[in-house]
Nanobody
Framework: QVQLVESGGGLVQAGGSLRLSCVASGSIFSINAMGWYRQAPGKQRELVAVITSGGTINYKDSVKGRFTISRGNAKNTVYLQMNSLKPEDTAVYYC???????????WGQGTQVTVSS
């Protein structure tokens, strides 16, 4: 079992920045990858960024160059630095962890990010 707790969402004007944090607890040594997804009203949940235990990183095309995913030194924390935010980035952002071998997904409770124009 893995528990994920997010923080750092909020309201920001277009062009501003926010930093999301996610702390994992429980069986953290079984985690293969951690990432961030988002879901806007009326839309499907989509991958924003992911980082594997080996350090491989992937981003959604529309956030490349603006968002940066990183891990803390203890490897149980993942961050999403979001710069040059746009109104279309408005969504609930969810932290995700994928377990090695089983590929079971765990989710955080979500944190709201609202970008005003």
């Amino acid at each position: 079992q893995v528990q994920l707790v997010e923080s750092g969402g909020g309201l920001v004007q277009a062009g501003g920045s926010l930093r999301l944090s996610c702390v994992a607890s429980g069986s953290i040594f079984s985690i293969n990858a951690m990432g961030w997804y988002r879901q806007a009203p009326g839309k499907q949940r989509e991958l924003v960024a992911v980082i594997t235990s080996g350090g491989t990183i992937n981003y959604k095309d529309s956030v490349k160059g603006r968002f940066t995913i990183s891990r803390g030194n203890a490897k149980n924390t993942v961050y999403l630095q979001m710069n040059s935010l746009k109104p279309e980035d408005t969504a609930v952002y969810y932290c995700n962890a994928i377990i090695r071998i089983s590929n079971v997904n765990y989710w955080g409770q979500g944190t709201q990010v609202t970008v005003s124009s």
